[in-house]
């Protein structure tokens, strides 16, 4: 695993070459959503909207009925809350072929409630005509403007930014609602999404360790889901299930994979980590991902739990992340 | 197309579309029981004008006869069609037309009816079940070609529009028919703010200023003066105009400098052409009837409208 800085910002000047339809769409946020290199390399092609995001997407909705695919980036939480009834009738009512990428998903950000977005997933999966993406590290950030734009229609893409790890190999790239099996094993199956495939990763060898067989799934799609492979790890997990999201445990990852089992008509337990009906706060993403139990050690407390016994796994022997620790009392991420 | 009295010239076609706009809405408000009559009232001229002498318009050969709504749009639905059929072939020249308020969509395919561009026997199928001439219209209604029944979306869309066709060099211009009450929106600022910002010279709005929204007079609701000096210092051209007087409607787009984005701020009145609906102020956002003595009062405004067409035609 390596540990890569700015890899949208440097990407999307490259993939955009030779592509005069993709317009970017900003609002004020060009710096801090990495299309600052794109505005230098071709200024016509940049729209600068201001801090004026209802009128930026509905903006963008009429570009794509002209032909343009406008690639609109901000925070998420500006998206979604913000612009949900432009998004709506703009954009998603019509199919129009508009990119929206959202970025500081979840607790990434140390920007507090205002800034975090913990439901977005939720709130644009139930949007119809709407294709939902996450991106989980720096590959599928690379691959990911490939599988947006050959979606008829709209697509909500959930972006990190800044030093992100790769966690795959940079020849996989993201397939729409291809889920990535990392690791197969029969006693229980973790489906994680986001930063948190990372934490699953960190867990997985103390697990084997352990005795515990854990598959490990990878979901990047969140619609459509129609993958055969996340019936079939349910299917093989014979303590249960966990599902790890950097969302609330409503609307997302957990919702997502239930409805799945209820179709099947399998029952099992299906124990969910992620942000539980509240709103966080400021913080570094260390803190708030032990805080709402979406890191390592609560994926370990959670197999421990399907699996009914204690397995004594010590943090010394949870291997590192990627990238460093946040350095005590002083978020990394600036806005 | 029936001109008025002697007038031969487009202000007689004009004011004959204005007065077949408030004959066919005031007829269908009666059949129904309801409707959005008051909205014919104010903008039957601004439509009229906008069709008959603002708006480059390609023609649609014969008028067209709108069809059953074919579901809406998405990957799989083949079978889509737009309401901008109505408004001719999208070709760079021409220009195109946004309604905003889509309650105002039954005085729109007045309009249209009366220009040649849909068939009469179209409005029978007004607010059916299994139509897709809506009461509210949608993208796939006649004249319509986006979603705007949201206040505030249309004028960004259209900026969206004008942006892209100011990128591709096209000549045409992209007109939107506003109301006042969207005036109140933060989006409909923004939107003229990204206009002016963006030289998106364009783009004109007609504003039907009939100043009255949902809950009353907008200045009971909450005022939105001066508008003119507001949409100026957000970068527009500002023309306020009577909005009943044809020609001067007319002057607004030909005299406009082309520099800004241009708002024509039309004053009207929302019981133009039918004086017994001035009781109700001021609620005037959906007429229904609530006794016999309101229905016949309607009624005989009906009947003068057609004794007054059959004089003329006769």
Same mark, same amino acid.
Not at chain 1, 206 to 228: N, Q
Not at chain 1, 307 to 325: F, H, M, Q, T, Y
Not at chain 2, 42 to 60: D, F, G, Q
Not at chain 2, 274 to 281: A, D, M
């Given at each position: ?25 900003? &609002? ?103 294709? +939902? ?59 994680? #999404? ?18 515990? &067989? ?29 599902? +790890? ?51 390592? #050690? ?38 | ?26 007829? /269908? ?64 020249? /021409? ?22 561009? !849909? ?15 809506? !009461? ?68 004109? !709005? ?15 609701? !909450? ?20 909005? /009943? ?39 005037? /956002? ?29």
């Amino acid at each position: 695993m390596e540990r890569c800085s700015r890899v949208h910002a440097r990407h999307l000047v490259e993939w955009a070459k030779d592509k005069p339809e993709v317009l970017v769409l900003s &609002a004020d946020l060009t710096s801090s959503t990495e299309v600052d290199l794109f505005r230098d390399a071709y200024p016509d092609r940049f729209i600068s909207a201001g801090i004026a995001e209802q009128n930026m997407v509905s903006v963008a909705g009429g570009l794509a009925r002209e032909g343009y695919i406008p690639f609109v980036h901000t925070f998420a939480v500006f998206l979604y809350r913000r612009a949900c009834d432009q998004i709506a009738m703009s954009v998603a009512y019509p199919n129009l072929p508009v990119k929206l990428f959202g970025f500081l998903p979840g607790i990434t950000t140390p920007g507090g409630a205002t800034h975090q977005a913990i439901e977005d997933i939720a709130v644009m999966r139930l949007l119809p005509n709407m294709t +939902v993406f996450e991106c989980g590290d720096a590959t599928e950030v690379e691959s990911v403007l490939d599988a947006a734009i050959a979606v008829n229609g709209p697509v909500y893409v959930r972006m990190i930014r800044g030093d992100i790890p790769r966690l795959f190999d940079a020849d996989k790239p993201f397939v729409c609602d291809k889920p990535r099996v990392l690791r197969k094993g029969a006693d229980v199956a973790v489906f994680s #999404s986001g930063i948190c495939t990372e934490e699953v990763m960190r867990v997985i060898p103390a697990l084997e360790k352990r005795g515990v &067989a854990a598959a490990h799934i990878h979901m990047s799609t969140f619609k459509p889901c129609k993958s055969p492979i996340v019936t079939e790890a349910i299917a093989g997990a014979s303590y249960g299930v966990v599902t +790890v999201e950097n969302h609330l445990t409503n609307g997302g990852l957990a919702t997502l994979v239930a409805e799945r089992m209820v179709e099947c008509g399998t029952v099992k337990r299906l124990l969910a980590c992620g942000i539980r009906d509240t709103f966080s706060h400021g913080g570094g993403r260390a803190y708030l991902m032990k805080e709402h139990g979406l890191d390592a #050690s609560a994926v370990i407390r959670a197999v421990e739990t399907l699996v009914g016994r204690p397995l004594d796994i010590p943090e010394s022997e949870i291997s590192a992340g990627v990238l460093p620790d946040t350095p005590k009392g002083s978020p990394s991420e600036a806005l | 197309m029936r001109t008025v009295g002697n007038e031969a010239s487009w202000i007689g076609i004009a004011k004959c579309v204005a007065r077949g706009i408030r004959y066919r809405v005031l007829f /269908h408000t009666l059949e129904a029981g309801g409707g959005y009559l008051s909205q014919a009232c104010s903008s039957a001229e601004i439509l009229a004008v906008m069709y008959t002498k603002v708006m480059r318009l390609p023609a649609p050969g014969s008028p067209l006869l709108p069809g059953a709504f074919r579901g809406v749009p998405g990957p799989n639905n083949r079978d889509y069609t737009t309401g901008a059929l109505y408004n001719g072939p999208r070709d760079a020249e /021409h220009d195109r037309f946004i309604l905003s308020p889509a309650h105002y969509a039954l005085a729109l395919y007045a309009a249209l009816i009366e220009t040649g561009r !849909m068939h009469e026997a179209g409005l029978r199928d007004f607010n059916k079940d299994g139509s897709s001439v809506e !009461m509210i219209g949608a993208e796939h209604s006649p004249g319509m070609e986006v979603m705007t029944g949201s206040l505030g979306q249309g004028i960004s869309q259209a900026a969206g529009i004008a942006l892209a066709r100011k990128k591709k060099g096209e000549s045409g211009k992209v007109w939107v028919f506003m109301s006042d009450g969207e005036f109140q929106i933060g989006q409909t600022w923004e939107a003229v703010e990204f206009a002016a910002y963006h030289g998106l010279t364009n783009i004109g !709005m007609y504003v039907d200023v009939n100043s009255y929204q949902c809950d009353g007079k907008i200045d009971s609701v !909450m005022g939105i003066d001066p508008l003119d000096r507001r949409l100026e210092a957000f970068g527009a051209e500002v023309v306020s105009c009577p909005g /009943h007087d044809v020609v001067r409607l007319a002057a607004a787009a030909s005299e406009w400098k082309g520099e800004r984005p241009l708002v024509v701020l039309a004053q009207t009145v929302p019981w133009q052409g039918i004086e017994v609906l001035r009781q109700r102020e001021p609620k005037f /956002h959906y007429i229904r009837f609530h006794t016999d003595e309101e229905r016949q009062s309607l009624a005989d405004a009906l009947q003068s409208y057609e004794t007054e067409i059959e004089r003329e035609s006769g």
